[in-house]
């Protein structure tokens, strides 16, 4: 009897392959996703039992508009951000081929914040907030782009790229942070909620527009699943078969801008779920990229929606910004990963 179970299209141009204990795992996330939602809607200023929230699924309950107006958006929002940003981080690892790759910390997030701030500051009120995620998204593009660049020398070298990927992050820190300083008041505020990563305020609006953009580019990028698996191989192994490297390298960086510069466009920099999510799925799961891409989505929907739990409840009548949290995992998490590939720096 196969340990596998194989998708695949009738054309044989899209192929997924699952081991059987990778199936198990996915569905064990996915219970535990819905049910860290579940949590998440319960928890909050005044706490509404976690019956009233399942009766509110099927009935309405009295507790409707806490739930279905203010949290719910909220929990959704943050479910999707930390999905986008997870798999937005492993495709860029994979693409770099180095551990430490993920969009915060190369400066893709802090460009598309830089988009999203500059549309707040000069066009919010004038056009609609539905162009928004374009405007993180071309801001994370051209960031990426002047990465790119600076990074070339007879090609580009993974440590390279994250040395100056950090500068040029911190170079949109300080833009993002003039605005700020220079703004009026309304808007410095909602600047600064933007750079700590807070999902408060989030409402059905936003929610219904981020949606259909995380969902389409992550299931985009299981089209890829086959020239991923092959390039895990080596270059020149794929090269060998026919892959079209360089071609197909730059499509899903364009899937990792998109990913990182949609979500941020909402929520704002939350920090480090790029960088933690992929490494949690590839201890789990198998490492077959589609494997890979649902588990990654998936932990990086809890590791947001835990991290907002904490922010909505352990400071009350306080609200914290769900990326201070993030960002209190993560910073000890990327220190150990730089001490555990120090070897690999010095080449």
Do not use: C
């Amino acid at each position: 009897m196969t340990e596998y179970f194989t998708l695949r299209s009738k054309s044989d141009s899209f192929s997924m392959q699952f081991h059987k204990r990778s199936l198990f795992l996915l569905a064990f996330l996915a219970m535990l996703t819905f049910g860290v939602l579940i949590i998440s809607l319960s928890a909050g200023s005044s706490y509404i039992p976690v019956s009233s929230v399942i009766k509110e699924l099927f009935a309405e309950s009295e507790h409707a508009f806490v739930l279905t107006e203010l949290r719910a958006p909220r929990v959704l929002m943050a479910a999707i951000v930390g999905a986008g940003l997870g798999v937005s981080g492993l495709i860029l690892q994979g693409i770099i081929r180095n551990p430490l790759g993920s969009p915060d910390i190369i400066g893709v997030t802090g460009g598309a914040s830089v988009g999203a701030v500059l549309f707040i500051v000069y066009l919010l009120g004038e056009v609609s907030v539905h162009w928004l995620p374009l405007a993180s998204i071309i801001g994370a593009a051209g960031t990426t782009a002047i990465i790119y660049l600076l990074s070339w020398k007879n090609g580009v070298t993974p440590m390279r790229l994250i040395l100056i990927g950090i500068a040029i992050s911190a170079l949109t820190n300080a833009v993002i942070t003039l605005f700020m300083v220079s703004s009026e008041a309304t808007i410095a505020t909602r600047i600064y909620l933007w750079m700590t990563g807070s999902l408060y305020g989030t409402n059905w609006q936003e929610v219904t527009i981020l949606v259909p953009i995380i969902v389409m580019l992550i299931f985009t990028s299981l089209f890829f699943t086959r020239i991923v698996n092959i390039k895990q191989l080596g270059d020149d192994v794929a090269i060998g078969m026919g892959v079209r490297l360089q071609f197909f390298r730059l499509l899903l960086l364009a899937l990792s801008v998109g990913l990182a510069g949609s979500a941020v466009s909402f929520a704002g920099g939350i920090a480090f779920v790029g960088l933690i999510a992929p490494h949690i799925a590839r201890l789990l799961l198998e490492r077959s990229f589609g494997n890979l891409v649902f588990g990654t989505a998936l932990i990086g929907a809890l590791i947001v929606m835990i991290a907002d739990i904490i922010a909505r409840t352990a400071f009350l009548p306080s609200d914290i910004p769900a990326g201070v949290f993030t960002a209190g995992i993560g910073a000890p998490f990327f220190i150990y990963l730089l001490y555990k590939n120090r070897k690999g720096m010095k080449k």
